[in-house]
């Protein structure tokens, strides 16, 4: 499958002229000729331009290096507005890579897997034995093909791939500036960025799922301004609420999912823990350890800048 790419999304990476040379310190040459990577001081995070530079370095690498988001977690299933009951277990990784763009975007590509896996053991599941429905069913794990999309400071505009299930969208990342939930202790900083997704039947858009996201990050401010440093490092949590998923065989039940994690990012395939890696090439070989490529992104090569291959 193809991705489907909106109108806004090209014109985004296309360039908007008014916002050309805008952000404030990515890519400058420092006295010694170096790039800076710092984030400005004082750090004003209810400004879109600093928001997104410091999403952009605390997600991923500025410099253009792959990362790798890692984490581990649990799903619980509630059923007609009771408490929720432990379902199973997950591994999740993602691999990002971002560039900033001519007017001042950021291209992000990424691609991700989500491996399904037995309570309390964390081993990966080929079947299932669904204690909702006492049906046995085959796992599906979710796969992300890789995916690109443009992040802007004021006219926020993003396109993903599809996933295995299906056409996914984030409606709610569009026209609107650039804002994350933030609280900063001292040199401690949180951030929360949310994210609500729509997958869709690639021949009907039926709606297949829904998932309403919330990542949230712990960094350190004097990482985000340390123009030496590309990537600040991060401990990440991930929580979403979701429909249930077409592999369970749980449409004709009421209720949904909450999925909760913990991990942190990584600057290296080999740093990731080898499970997720080794359970992935198994199942979907050849893809999240490959690498992205900037080749293989979705938008046209003018409105890029040159020089960060």
Same mark, same amino acid.
């Given at each position: 499958?193809?991705?489907?790419?909106?109108?806004?999304?090209?014109?985004?990476?296309?360039?908007?002229?008014?916002?050309?040379?805008?952000?404030?310190?990515?890519?400058?040459?420092?006295?010694?000729?170096?790039?800076?990577?710092?984030?400005?001081?004082?750090? $004003?995070?209810?400004?879109p331009?600093?928001?997104l530079?410091?999403?952009?370095?605390? +997600?991923?690498?500025?410099?253009?290096?792959?990362?790798?988001?890692?984490?581990?977690?649990?799903?619980?299933?509630?059923?007609?507005?009771?408490?929720?009951?432990?379902?199973?277990?997950?591994?999740?990784?993602?691999?990002?890579?971002?560039?900033?763009?001519?007017?001042?975007?950021?291209?992000?590509s990424?691609?991700?897997?989500?491996?399904?896996?037995?309570?309390?053991?964390?081993?990966?599941?080929?079947?299932?034995?669904?204690?909702?429905?006492?049906?046995? $069913?085959? $796992?599906?794990?979710?796969?992300?093909?890789?995916?690109s999309?443009v992040?802007?400071?004021?006219?926020?505009?993003?396109?993903?791939?599809?996933?295995?299930?299906?056409? +996914?969208?984030?409606?709610?990342?569009?026209?609107?500036?650039?804002?994350?939930?933030?609280?900063?202790?001292?040199?401690?900083?949180?951030?929360?960025?949310?994210?609500?997704?729509?997958?869709?039947?690639?021949?009907?858009?039926?709606?297949?799922?829904?998932?309403s996201? +919330?990542?949230?990050?712990?960094?350190?401010?004097?990482?985000?301004?340390?123009?030496?440093?590309?990537?600040?490092?991060?401990?990440?949590?991930?929580?979403?609420?979701?429909?249930?998923?077409?592999?369970?065989?749980?449409?004709?039940?009421?209720?949904?999912?909450?999925?909760?994690?913990?991990?942190?990012?990584?600057?290296?395939?080999?740093? $990731?823990?080898?499970q997720v890696?080794?359970?992935?090439?198994?199942?979907?070989?050849?893809?999240?350890?490959?690498?992205?490529?900037?080749?293989?992104?979705?938008?046209?090569?003018?409105?890029?800048?040159?020089?960060?291959?």
């Open positions: 499958m193809r991705p489907r790419l909106n109108r806004r999304t090209v014109l985004a990476g296309a360039g908007a002229l008014g916002l050309a040379g805008m952000s404030p310190a990515w890519g400058k040459e420092t006295r010694t000729g170096q790039l800076s990577f710092a984030v400005p001081d004082p750090l $004003v995070l209810d400004d331009e600093h928001a530079m410091t999403y952009m370095k605390v +997600m991923s690498d500025l410099s253009g290096r792959r990362t790798y988001r890692y984490h581990t977690g649990r799903i619980l299933v509630v059923r007609r507005g009771g408490v929720g009951q432990p379902f199973m277990d997950f591994i999740s990784c993602k691999q990002d890579r971002v560039r900033r763009l001519s007017d001042g975007s950021y291209q992000h990424y691609k991700g897997v989500i491996l399904f896996c037995e309570l309390n053991t964390f081993r990966v599941l080929d079947r299932f034995d669904n204690p909702i429905t006492g049906k046995t $069913v085959d $796992v599906r794990h979710f796969r992300t093909a890789q995916g999309g992040f802007t400071p004021y006219n926020g505009a993003y396109a993903l791939r599809p996933s295995e299930e299906g056409d +996914m969208s984030a409606p709610g990342l569009e026209d609107q500036a650039f804002k994350l939930g933030w609280d900063r202790q001292g040199n401690d900083l949180w951030i929360t960025y949310d994210e609500r997704i729509e997958v869709r039947d690639p021949q009907t858009q039926d709606l297949l799922y829904a998932d996201s +919330m990542y949230r990050y712990h960094t350190e401010v004097t990482d985000l301004q340390n123009p030496d440093l590309a990537s600040a490092p991060s401990i990440i949590s991930w929580d979403t609420e979701t429909t249930f998923w077409p592999w369970m065989q749980m449409q004709n039940e009421y209720g949904h999912l909450i999925f909760g994690s913990m991990g942190k990012k990584y600057s290296s395939l080999e740093d $990731v823990p080898p890696i080794e359970e992935s090439e198994k199942r979907i070989p050849n893809h999240l350890a490959s690498p992205i490529e900037w080749s293989e992104h979705t938008l046209p090569d003018p409105a890029l800048d040159p020089g960060y291959e």
